[in-house]
């Protein structure tokens, strides 16, 4: 037996010892009332005031037998938070099963009653044993719905839950030696008196969650003094429990496993980059990427290429991946990225006409290039709210009179309204054809927009969505940058609004469990400034993608990239920063002009 499973099971005996001595509290007004009701039985206590102070200590005792019966009750019935994962049947992963059972066997331990993928960089043992999951039906990935499986049947062994990205970016013997320890752990967890000590933390846990809803508020407070009083202990005894494990698959892939968790933090870094840069975007667009561990893989791959620290990763690439122990892993990878879409960012559970997936060779167009425009279309929506005219290619400091409008001007193609419709703003009496798509697009005053083909004229300098009217409005040399607070305001506000309007699907949920989205926020709330850069950047991209030929592409590491013959455009974001932190907009102008890039003219946008 492992040295740490004695100390294991002495935490564990101190953690039930603190539900016996719960137990003998609620007991003990029964306990004096039977004590008092026998002595007056036997007439030991004759006269005043006995009688009084039996019938009090009986009606006492019976409350605290009904109160504490209640909370026994709760503290088993409830049902414990089980973590959202996709469960895999075994025919959906029958090799899988085959190595995790081998693994058992080498290390004679009871074999994980099931798997589960999880879209994290982690594993783990979950017991799924309790009577409230034996009372639902389960739906298996692989398998049709019905009675759940035997990973609730009481005293089942717990169930083995792998972080998905390792399954796409590991070989067989990488994953093998990486689960030895996690497959280890069913065997200390199978001695009666630790998983009954674990089941007891459960139910406080779960019952803790009870005491949160309407008329049963008094349940939390004894289930929290329980949980701090067996807390020192059960955190020691897991820690034993994990001594345990290792101990016993010391003698399993043990220098192996020293290597392979090198690839552990490689996969954890690749997938944080690629759920913040990557799938963050298509999620706030309405769009969930359908395969994102395929895509860990491009994102790793990349990572190797550019890291030095990362050379000879690749050469592992030719091995055999992890994910083809699964016999469907394209279907598979498409149920982990849903639940990751819901759990990182609180989407819905299924897909719909508001919630549907995208492949990687659709990405640019269908995520990029739609992000980009559906900012500069706030972008100018902010300007319209700050009414700021369309057609006077100066700052916040010049004078607020409109252009002249010329003759020679032409309604601008319907393509280029954004969706919002403009605010009222001064000078707008004076012009002609605001009804058309200018007036939708947020030109103000007289001006109109010009034909997407045809030069400007002089006098109407920039009409409607065009980069020069950021650029004139965001261009403060010397000044405190109150324009660019102003604007990073309303685009703030704008979002905020937006995220209002988008109601439960936003994250509104219940308290506990899968119905908490999102569990894991990825980004915290950007700041107004960085707002304004990024909305900024997209009109500059849309910009060049409409009148220099640039086309939005995907960097896996890095998210949207803007691609200009081919290749990457990195310097863009410090030009960009000049104009919003300082009010300066020549390092941008220089840089639109070596590329061609027209700012007078329209831009597409949403």
């Known amino acids: 037996m492992e040295t740490s499973v004695p ?109 589960a993928l999880t879209p994290d960089c982690d594993s783990w043992l979950e017991d799924r044993s309790h009577a409230a999951h034996r009372r639902g039906a389960a739906r298996v990935f692989g398998a049709t719905a019905g009675p759940v499986g035997p990973e609730s049947e009481p005293g089942a062994a717990p169930i083995l839950v792998i972080g998905s990205p390792f399954l796409w970016w590991m ?44 008329g049963l508020g008094w349940i939390g407070a004894p289930a929290r003094l329980l949980l701090r009083l067996c807390r020192t202990d059960a955190a020691e005894m897991e820690r034993g429990v994990a001594a345990a494990a290792s101990e016993r698959a010391q003698g399993v892939d043990y220098g192996l496993r020293i290597v392979a968790q090198e690839q552990v933090g490689l996969a954890y870094a690749g997938w944080d980059r690629l759920l913040t840069r990557v799938a963050l975007p298509a999620w706030r ?65 299924e897909a719909g006409p508001d919630w549907s997936p995208v492949d990687w060779a659709e990405y640019p167009e ?62 707008a009496q004076g012009s002609e054809g605001s009804s058309g798509a200018a007036g939708a697009a947020g030109a103000a005053g007289p001006a109109t927009l010009a034909a997407a083909d045809s030069p400007s004229p002089a006098a109407d300098a920039f009409a409607g969505p065009t980069l020069e009217r950021v650029l004139g409005y965001l261009t403060d040399l010397g000044g405190d940058g109150a324009a ?35 569990l894991f926020p990825l980004q915290p709330p950007r700041s107004g400034r960085d707002l304004l850069a990024d909305h900024v950047t997209a009109m500059v991209c849309c910009a060049a993608v409409d009148s220099a030929g640039a086309t939005p592409g995907l960097d896996w590491l890095d998210g949207p990239v803007l691609l ?18 300082e009010g300066n907009p020549e390092p941008l102008r220089d840089w639109l002009s070596a590329l061609g890039v027209r700012p007078e003219k329209p831009v597409r946008l949403v």
Do not use: N
Not at 175 to 189: D, K, M
Not at 314 to 337: F, N, V, W, Y
Not at 379 to 389: E, F, G, I, S
């Open 7 to 115: 100390s294991a099971r002495s935490r564990a005996l101190a953690v039930l010892r603190v539900r016996s001595r719960a137990s003998a509290v609620g007991l003990l007004p029964a306990a004096l009332a039977v004590v008092l009701v026998a002595a007056r039985a036997t007439g030991r206590l004759a006269g005043d005031p006995w009688p009084t102070v039996t019938l009090v200590v009986c009606v006492v005792a019976a409350l605290v037998l009904l109160v504490g019966g209640a909370f026994a009750a709760v503290v088993l019935r409830a049902s414990p938070a089980v973590t959202p994962t996709v469960p895999l049947s075994e025919a959906a992963a029958p090799d899988l099963y085959r190595l995790v059972r081998d693994l058992a066997d080498r290390m004679d331990v009871p074999p994980p009653s099931a798997i």
């Open 171 to 214: 070989r067989v013997a990488e994953l093998r030696a990486v689960l030895a320890p996690v497959v280890a752990g069913t065997g200390p967890s199978a001695h009666p008196d630790i998983a009954d000590a674990r089941g007891f933390v459960r139910g406080l846990d779960a019952a803790v969650d009870v005491g949160g809803r309407r």
């Open 285 to 349: 667009m309405g769009r969930w990427p359908a395969h994102l561990d395929a895509g860990v893989v491009s994102a790793l791959t990349e990572l190797s290429r550019r890291d030095r620290l990362a050379e000879g990763f690749t050469s592992r690439l030719g091995e055999r991946p992890a994910c083809d122990l699964l016999e469907q892993p394209g279907l598979i990878d498409e149920a982990t990225s849903l639940l990751a879409a819901r759990l990182f960012h609180g989407g819905p559970a």
């Open 366 to 427: 269908e995520v990029v290039d739609r992000k980009w425009r559906t900012e500069a279309a706030r972008l100018h929506t902010a300007l319209d709210a700050l009414a700021v005219p369309a057609g006077l290619p100066a700052g916040p400091s010049a004078p607020a009179t409109p252009v002249s409008p010329t003759s020679s001007a032409t309604p601008a193609p319907a393509a280029s309204a954004p969706v919002a419709s403009p605010a009222a703003r001064p000078g």
């Open 484 to 518: 660019g607070e102003a604007l990073a305001g309303r685009i703030t506000g704008e979002l905020a609004r937006e995220e209002r309007a988008a109601g439960p699907a936003a994250g509104a949920g219940k308290a506990r469990g899968a119905d908490t989205v999102p």
């Open 564 to 581: 200009v013959g081919g290749d990457r455009r990195s310097d863009l974001a410090p030009r960009v920063l000049s104009l919003v932190e």
